[in-house]
């Protein structure tokens, strides 16, 4: 195999630390926001505060990037260059659909604004009342995140690791923010979105489809229909309807880059 496809298939594994210490640390905080009963407590500040930080078209911006077909878009680029990063993506988006659907029709938990009084807190974008817990944006957000981290060489990791993870945060917090999910939603949904992110990491180690020009070029098509899906999709949030058409903009490049850029090698087909 030549030295740019090694580049790519190459498995600079994480420690253990990598795999496990993201997911523990939001489950715990999950179980002590519980235990202690300051869900609704935290919810009201972080919103508040949120409002005060940044307007709602901004904060809009941010919660759709963390949508599903959003997160697909954002991470297409990559696929001219570490295409393993969205074929782990995909093999992760299984375990994440079950784990967040799941937990959504087992514990059916209503949503803030099924809740609170309208005047107690700030609602940006369509009003959501059912199927709280747990947060699907942040579950997405943190499997981008971590197939990103798992994925990188170590030095990549060493220096950009927490600015992914920030960057993941900040897409959670938006979920606060415009009034749709409760901070213990959050914490659980990252957990799982890092654990799924686990999953997909290895079975891209396991089926290396990837490193395949064909597997590139079914990606690529593939990513193509969600730029497509996305451009009419509904996401809820007509504040932020810049920044979906941004990411299809994005991902609809992306995607046709990695489709037409000359290989520098020959791979497999």
Same mark, same amino acid.
């Given at each position: 195999? +030549?030295?740019?496809?090694?580049?790519?298939a +190459?498995?600079d594994?994480? +420690?253990?630390?990598?795999f496990?210490?993201?997911?523990?640390?939001?489950? @715990?905080?999950?179980?002590? @926001?519980?235990?202690?009963?300051?869900?609704?407590?935290w919810?009201i500040?972080?919103?508040?505060?949120?409002?005060?930080?940044?307007?709602?078209?901004?904060?809009? /911006?941010?919660?759709?990037?963390?949508?599903?077909?959003?997160?697909?878009a954002?991470?297409?680029?990559?696929?001219?260059?570490?295409?393993?990063?969205?074929?782990?993506?995909?093999?992760?988006?299984?375990?994440?659909?079950?784990y967040?659907? *799941? $937990?959504?029709?087992?514990?059916?938990?209503?949503?803030?604004?099924?809740?609170?009084?309208?005047?107690?807190?700030?609602?940006? /974008?369509?009003?959501?009342?059912t199927?709280?817990f747990?947060?699907?944006?942040?579950?997405?957000?943190?499997?981008?995140? *971590?197939?990103?981290?798992?994925?990188?060489?170590?030095?990549v990791?060493?220096?950009?690791?927490?600015?992914?993870?920030?960057?993941?945060?900040?897409?959670c917090?938006?979920?606060?923010?415009? =009034?749709?999910?409760?901070?213990?939603d $959050?914490?659980?949904?990252?957990?799982? /979105?890092?654990? +799924?992110?686990?999953?997909?990491v290895?079975?891209?180690?396991?089926?290396?489809?990837?490193?395949?020009?064909? *597997?590139?070029?079914?990606? *690529?098509?593939?990513?193509?229909?969600?730029?497509? @899906? @996305?451009?009419?999709?509904?996401?809820?949030?007509?504040? /932020? $309807?810049?920044?979906?058409?941004? $990411?299809?903009?994005? =991902?609809m490049?992306?995607?046709?880059?990695?489709l037409?850029r000359?290989?520098?090698?020959?791979?497999?087909?």
């Amino acid at each position: 195999m +030549s030295a740019s496809v090694s580049r790519f298939a +190459s498995d600079d594994s994480p +420690s253990i630390g990598w795999f496990v210490f993201p997911a523990a640390v939001c489950a @715990l905080c999950a179980a002590v @926001l519980a235990a202690l009963g300051l869900n609704e407590t935290w919810f009201i500040a972080w919103n508040t505060a949120a409002s005060g930080i940044a307007p709602g078209f901004v904060w809009a /911006g941010i919660t759709n990037l963390a949508s599903t077909l959003g997160a697909f878009a954002l991470i297409t680029p990559a696929l001219a260059w570490r295409p393993r990063w969205l074929a782990a993506t995909l093999l992760a988006a299984p375990v994440a659909t079950l784990y967040t659907h *799941g $937990l959504k029709q087992l514990f059916a938990e209503p949503r803030p604004a099924a809740v609170l009084a309208q005047d107690q807190f700030n609602v940006v /974008g369509l009003p959501l009342r059912t199927d709280s817990f747990p947060s699907g944006h942040s579950l997405t957000a943190f499997v981008i995140a *971590g197939v990103i981290v798992l994925c990188a060489s170590p030095a990549v990791r060493r220096q950009w690791a927490w600015v992914v993870l920030a960057a993941a945060v900040l897409m959670c917090f938006s979920r606060v923010a415009v =009034g749709a999910h409760w901070p213990l939603d $959050l914490f659980a949904g990252a957990a799982g /979105g890092w654990l +799924s992110a686990v999953i997909g990491v290895r079975w891209s180690a396991h089926w290396r489809f990837w490193e395949r020009r064909r *597997g590139v070029q079914t990606m *690529g098509a593939l990513m193509i229909l969600v730029a497509v @899906l @996305l451009a009419f999709e509904d996401l809820g949030y007509p504040e /932020g $309807l810049w920044m979906q058409y941004l $990411l299809v903009v994005w =991902g609809m490049a992306g995607a046709v880059f990695a489709l037409v850029r000359p290989m520098t090698c020959k791979v497999p087909t």
